[in-house]
């Protein structure tokens, strides 16, 4: 009776707010925006590893031959620009949700989000003068003159050439901005520009030609006026924060917003919490890797890329900042053979049930738990709201994610690389384009931790449905 209260307390007061929540227009287009994004990261997470053979010979005879600054280039402007991919996707969705031509808005949005940083870089001489280890290093990476030396010579030049030499180079795109730093910023503008794009349409502010215009063209000049109008707006805004504040929107959003966020998703408590919320919203028949992808893709991602960055210059350790939680965290561990980590029950099915019901079931899911997809037991079991196995589908995924934080944050295995790897990617596979053989042996042992902890519960829903049966078989239905 308790446990139908409960259930009707969280299907009731509970999920209906929180599934309002997830399908607003503006989660909706971060949602399906952030889709197309996901050729490029995995595309890209292809380059990152051919530009960083983990065989020392094999990444040597690459780099001697050019073929690794190749793969960088290729992995740069694939995943490297992920905010791009973002801020063009998620207005391009929203304007399409709402029935208007959506091409016009995502090239809005990235424009406005190039309008809205500095385009330009910090003079690498600027970067080195002073600091310890710095300086101009050779093409073999050994430095010619450290960062003193710099500062002495440069300061026996005439003034103006110490500024021409020490200035900001300017005119350039800060590729910094187009990866993971600039995706909160990217997420903001993609629905910001969505809205008022459809808001304005939806007014009518549009230029209307004659039907003897081409539609092609008269699509353009509709698009003209939001278009106009949001990019004006995008370029007072840049005008009084670097006039009054002397910075950019862009910075302004890592510094207040996304470095935080960020901090928080990386932390032991925000990936217990994540663990937790995923087969909670399943127990109860709601998309919890939807609801939750949703809402941490936006900081989970640029944790990846953040790793993946210092992975491509072979920096990949906590003590240079890497994250502990990424979204491969999400995808390959708290969701690993799918919600609930469940393959410990598979191998209960295969092995040890008694029970038709656990043994057909056990045949169907054997093949899509390879792969990290799990309807048929959260269905066909079910496990949504089936009391005998939620504690094992609620503890499994969030003792996994307490282990993988700490076997890595104790240095037992390396932080994830950053390589994209499918969210179907088998286990085992997964673990080594991650994180390496270390990883692939780590996730080995989360197949091992599943299957001691759903057995024990799976026996007793076993013996629960071997009863049932042998009644029904003893009344001859």
């Given at each position: ?14 999920l ?6 997830v ?81 016009p ?25 002073g ?24 300061d ?52 209307t ?32 924060f ?41 127990f ?25 960055n210092?992975?491509q ?7 240079n ?5 990424t ?21 209960f ?19 899509p738990a ?18 005998f ?7 499994t ?34 673990g ?8 692939a ?13 759903y ?23």
């Amino acid at each position: 009776m308790a446990e139908n209260k409960f259930g009707n307390f969280i299907n009731k007061k509970m999920l209906p707010p929180i599934m309002k929540f997830v399908n607003t227009k503006p989660i909706t287009a971060l949602k399906d925006g952030m889709v197309y994004a996901l050729p490029f990261i995995i595309i890209g997470s292809i380059f990152l590893i051919l530009s960083n053979v983990p065989i020392t010979s094999v990444s040597d005879a690459l780099k001697a031959s050019g073929w690794s600054a190749f793969f960088t280039q290729a992995y740069t402007t694939s995943f490297g620009f992920i905010s791009i991919w973002a801020a063009v996707g998620i207005a391009y969705v929203y304007v399409r949700n709402e029935g208007y031509e959506a091409l016009p808005a995502g090239l809005t949005s990235l424009s406005s989000f190039l309008l809205l940083q500095f385009l330009q870089v910090n003079n690498p001489l600027t970067s080195a003068m002073g600091k310890s280890g710095a300086g101009i290093t050779d093409a073999a990476g050994k430095v010619i003159y450290t960062g003193s030396q710099l500062s002495s010579h440069i300061d026996k030049l005439p003034h103006a050439i110490q500024t021409y030499l020490t200035s900001p180079v300017t005119g350039v795109i800060n590729t910094t901005w187009l990866g993971g730093q600039g995706m909160i910023a990217a997420i903001i503008i993609g629905i910001l520009v969505g809205w008022s794009y459809s808001a304005m349409m939806r007014a009518g502010w549009k230029i209307t030609l004659p039907e003897q215009v081409p539609a092609n063209v008269a699509n353009q000049f509709t698009a003209m006026i939001p278009a106009g109008i949001i990019l004006i707006t995008s370029m007072l805004l840049y005008a009084f924060f670097k006039g009054v504040m002397n910075t950019d929107i862009l910075q302004l959003i890592y510094k207040m917003l996304q470095a935080p966020l960020q901090g928080l998703s990386d932390s032991l408590g925000g990936a217990l919490i994540i663990a937790f919320l995923v087969p909670f919203f399943w127990f109860f028949g709601v998309h919890g890797g939807l609801i939750m992808g949703a809402i941490t893709s936006g900081l989970l991602i640029p944790n990846t890329f953040d790793n993946a960055n210092l992975y491509q210059h072979n920096e990949l350790s906590l003590a240079n900042g890497a994250h502990i939680v990424t979204n491969e965290f999400y995808n390959n561990f708290i969701n690993l053979t799918g919600s609930g980590i469940t393959i410990g029950l598979v191998v209960f099915t295969l092995y040890a049930a008694k029970s038709v019901q656990l043994k057909s079931i056990g045949k169907i899911e054997f093949i899509p738990a390879l792969f990290n997809i799990n309807e048929p037991f959260l269905f066909g079991l079910p496990l949504v709201m089936n009391p005998f196995l939620a504690i094992p589908f609620f503890l499994t995924p969030v003792i996994v994610a307490l282990t993988t934080y700490l076997v890595i944050y104790f240095g037992i295995v390396p932080p994830l690389n950053g390589v994209a790897a499918p969210w179907t990617t088998p286990p085992i596979i997964s673990g080594f384009l991650i994180g390496g053989w270390k990883m692939a042996v780590w996730q080995a042992v989360v197949l091992v931790m599943s299957t001691g902890i759903y057995f024990p519960f799976a026996k007793k829903y076993d013996n629960y449905l071997l009863a049932q049966e042998q009644e029904k078989a003893a009344k001859g239905e």
